[in-house]
T-cell receptor
């Protein structure tokens, strides 16, 4: 089946630094990728939708200047948390679709801890 | 707009017993329906999905779900659970006619006891 990877799997950083998370589709071309955030014991909240070669579409309440998304190729999207603060600590999950509306493959997630 | 309600936040059950995890949705348009499973510190794995056709959908690991349009429900069932089924289960919907956006329920924690 289709595989989506995320790197790193976990990261600890100091407050004020920026962190980049990569999401890759390993065996298919992803026309669209999604970034989710999940707090402990809660559901996934969609942060943004990313299409290759165009600007990401952010959900209401998500700061686009804080969560920078780049979808540079059909197999790679990156999420950069700029000037991270402890409240940004969370589990970030990406997903990718090859273009079929009903098919979405999820990455294993990246756990971010901001000290 | 769509919304998803998972009626039980936690479901404890003994091993080899049957289980049903409930999911109701609301939408003004036709939707696709999904169940995902999440093991600790991992991403989501698709259990099954309803796109069209037969309302009884069979998925992986012995799970099945039935789409009930009149009750706007998509309950997940398994006739006999194993310890390894202990995980978080998410029901989700996406709009057939719109973009790829998927809305998730709050999740149900299935805890299988020996």
């Amino acid at each position: 089946g289709a595989v989506v990877s995320q790197h790193p799997s976990w990261v600890i950083c100091k407050s004020g630094t920026s962190v980049k998370i990569e999401c890759r589709s390993l065996d298919f071309q992803a026309t669209t990728m999604f970034w989710y955030r999940q707090f402990p014991k809660q559901s996934l909240m969609l942060m943004a939708t990313s299409n290759e070669g165009s600007k990401a579409t952010y959900e209401q309440g998500v700061e686009k200047d804080k969560f920078l998304i780049n979808h540079a190729s059909l197999t790679l999207s990156t999420l950069t948390v700029t000037s991270a603060h402890p409240e940004d600590s969370s589990f970030y999950i990406c997903s990718a679709t090859p273009g079929q509306r009903e098919t979405q493959y999820f990455g294993p997630g990246t756990r971010l801890l901001v000290l | 707009a769509q919304s998803v309600t998972q009626l039980d936040s936690q479901v404890p059950v003994f091993e080899e017993a049957p289980v049903e995890l409930r999911c109701n949705y609301s939408s003004s348009v036709s939707v696709y329906l999904f169940w995902y499973v999440q093991y600790p510190n991992q991403g989501l794995q698709l259990l099954l999905k309803y796109l069209s056709g037969s309302t009884l959908v069979k998925g992986i690991n012995g799970f099945e779900a039935e789409f009930n349009k009149s009750q706007t429900s998509f309950h997940l069932r398994k006739p006999s659970v194993h310890i390894s089924d202990t995980a978080e289960y998410f029901c989700a919907v996406s709009d057939r006619g719109g973009g790829f956006k998927t809305i998730f329920g709050a999740g149900t924690r299935l805890f299988v006891k020996a």
